[in-house]
């Protein structure tokens, strides 16, 4: 079974604070995604990446960055946390597939900024 | 622009109620339909993948279908642990893109 983890499952962070999340997945997929999912809004795509080192942008990305060091690791990074921030992330992989590429999202964080 | 819709927002049933979650999508050309179950405060899990047109899978009580315009998300006998949102997603053929485009989600409730 795809495994895909994330750092922590609840945060709550300060109105500036730098804020880190990490995600893993253990069935080495080429992409990872980041995405947030707020109530009457449905999941936005923050950032992608579809390699080592690589990131494209998502819908969202503004305060936001990413960084994927590793093929298993994709870390999304609050630079200034604020409050519209506050909300659910999701992390997601998926093979890469030329076909359908089926994404596996891991169990979310849910952040709050204070 | 790929777009996904899915009725209806909300959804209440009694136990053994069966019944029908829609996903609406129009893609250019379709590299596969996705469906996920998602209970509250945790991530999608995923359940189907589908392909073409006329191509059908099952799970337990659900069983999804799609023709070249929707698919169906057939719930058979609902039990309350089915209670949960249901993600319907689309990936387009066109344009080499990896990102699916979700749907807005079908809030499901079973009533004992």
């Known amino acids: 079974d795809v495994k895909v983890t994330q750092s922590s499952r609840y945060l709550v962070k300060r109105t500036g604070e730098k804020v880190f999340l990490e995600c893993v997945q253990d069935?080495?997929?080429?992409?990872m995604f980041w995405y947030r999912q707020d109530p009457g809004l449905g999941l936005r795509l923050i950032y992608f990446s579809y390699d080592v080192k690589m990131k494209e942008k998502g819908d969202i990305p503004e305060g936001y960055s990413v960084s994927r060091e590793k093929k298993e690791r994709f870390s999304l990074i609050l630079e200034s946390a604020s409050t519209n921030q506050t909300s659910m992330y999701l992390c997601a992989s998926s093979r890469g597939l030329a076909g359908a590429d089926t994404q596996y999202f891991g169990p979310g964080t849910r952040l709050t900024v204070l | 622009e790929d777009q996904v819709t899915q009725s209806p927002e909300a959804l209440r049933l009694q136990e053994g109620e069966s019944s029908s979650l829609n996903c609406s999508y129009t893609?250019?050309?379709?590299?596969?339909l996705f469906w996920y179950r998602q209970d509250p405060g945790k991530g999608p899990e995923f359940l189907f993948t589908l392909y073409s047109a006329g191509e059908e899978k099952e799970k337990e009580r659900l069983k999804a279908t799609l023709t070249k315009k929707e698919s169906f998300l057939h719930i058979t006998a609902p039990k309350p642990e089915d209670s949960a949102t249901y993600l319907c997603a689309v990936q387009d053929r066109s344009g080499g893109s990896y990102i699916p485009t979700f749907g807005r989600g079908t809030s499901l409730i079973v009533h004992p």
């Open positions: 069935m080495d997929h080429e992409n």
């Open positions: 893609v250019s050309g379709l590299r596969g």
